[in-house]
């Protein structure tokens, strides 16, 4: 008798969340022991409430599409569960002879996979839970990288290098950025690769692994302006105070779930009324983690393989794990799969290392720069300006 395989989305999606359930479904599909490949419609809800489609139905010619689809083909969800609720997930898996599963998401669905993976053990059935990381804010522990960032990190840097091309040419302002990011501040930091050496860049980048000083942020603003009339800053949405309280109060919040006030607004606020300069603010918001134009070619293939190796795991016995990536030492980047124990990913927070911040906690260091490069796949764009040109003389 043939046993069947699940897989659920969970949390915010990426611009590769379903470049991952592509690689899981070509490889489940080398396994004539499973029957059906379901997904859960709508997160891990959608499993108490049992809504799946068999993917294995899903014709060809649409599943090749998912690799270039952006955010979740099969929805996704932030349901809060409580045991009763794992435990009861547990009983549906034993209906449905659901042999294999699998969460993709970031810390809170890393949790939830290990809560089903021990209400599976709580009554006593063998099944496999393997978590498939995914986060545009790459705070998973463990791994070096979790896919979604790199094509998160691509798109802030190229839009940054361009509103940069844009200040250039009219410099008359501030312009914040604000970058998406709780606690961690890895896409704002990405945008340090916007810069190409010829003034295109953030000026500025704020994080909020470091207090954010408002004295300190104006005075080097009104310093820069002694050198340039265009300035471009980057600040997470997470900015935080000495005390731990956002500079900003969040608009809503129920648990992890945080709507934070306008940080970009606010600083370009406080330009305008503390320093007297025109200023203005960005908020890419969810096109930072949706676009497919700026999707990262690295980030999708990892995410494939991402999705492949859960169900080689799941296939070959392993359980309560998480497939993470191992960056290999040397001068050209390459990464291999990797399992982690799902404990150890379990709702941790994994932010920036002092190593990858610069002592005056505005910008980000060279190795911080050398290490998300290569996650953003094909190098930006280039332009090119004439500004830094010397003027023509006059001759008769």
């Not at 969340?17 to 059906?36: T, V």
């Not at 009324?273 to 200023?279: C, I, R, T, V």
């Not at 720069?369 to 280039?382: D, N, Q």
Request: hydrophobic fraction near 40%.
């Amino acid at each position: 008798m043939s046993v069947n395989a699940l897989i659920v989305h969970g949390g915010a999606p990426t611009a590769v969340i379903n470049a991952s359930l592509y690689g899981a479904i070509h490889e489940i599909k080398k396994y004539k022991e499973i029957g059906s490949f379901y997904a859960a419609i709508g997160g891990a809800g959608a499993v108490l409430r049992e809504q799946f489609v068999d993917l294995k139905k899903i014709s060809e010619e649409k599943l090749s599409m998912l690799p270039y689809t952006p955010a979740s083909a099969i929805g996704t969800s932030r349901d809060p569960l409580e045991q009763p609720e794992y435990d009861r997930i547990a009983e549906i898996l034993v209906k449905w002879n659901i042999r294999y599963v699998f969460f993709n998401g970031g810390n809170g669905s890393m949790d939830t996979c290990g809560k089903v993976y021990e209400a599976c053990r709580r009554i006593g059935k063998e099944i496999s839970v393997v978590g498939i990381p995914k986060t545009i804010d790459n705070d998973i522990s463990v791994t070096d990288h979790a896919p979604g960032f790199g094509s998160a990190a691509k798109y802030i840097a190229a839009s940054v290098r361009e509103i940069s091309q844009d200040v250039r040419a009219l410099p008359i302002h501030v312009s914040v950025v604000e970058a998406m990011g709780r606690n961690a501040g890895w896409i704002a930091a990405a945008s340090a690769l916007a810069d190409d050496g010829n003034g295109s860049g953030p000026d500025f980048i704020y994080l909020p692994e470091k207090p954010f000083d408002e004295d300190q942020f104006l005075t080097s603003i009104e310093n820069k302006l002694q050198e340039k009339k265009g300035i471009v800053v980057v600040a997470s949405e997470g900015l935080k105070k000495k005390d731990g309280s956002p500079i900003v109060e969040p608009i809503f919040q129920v648990g992890r779930a945080v709507y934070y006030g306008d940080v970009g607004t606010h600083l370009a606020n406080l330009v305008i009324k503390k320093l007297g300069y025109k200023a203005r603010s960005e908020k890419p918001g969810l096109c930072g983690r949706a676009s497919i134009a700026f999707q990262s070619d690295v980030d999708r293939e990892e995410a494939i393989i991402a999705g492949a190796e859960a169900v080689k795991a799941a296939m070959q016995g392993a359980t309560g794990v998480m497939v993470g990536f191992k960056r290999i030492p040397g001068e050209i980047y390459k990464a291999e799969p990797m399992l982690i124990p799902i404990h150890e990913v379990m709702m941790t927070e994994r932010c920036m290392p002092d190593e990858y911040i610069n002592t005056e906690h505005n910008g980000v260091t060279k190795e911080f720069v050398e290490w998300c490069r290569p996650l953003i796949g094909k190098p930006l764009r280039e332009f090119v300006t004439f500004k830094n040109m010397p003027f023509e003389p006059f001759t008769e």
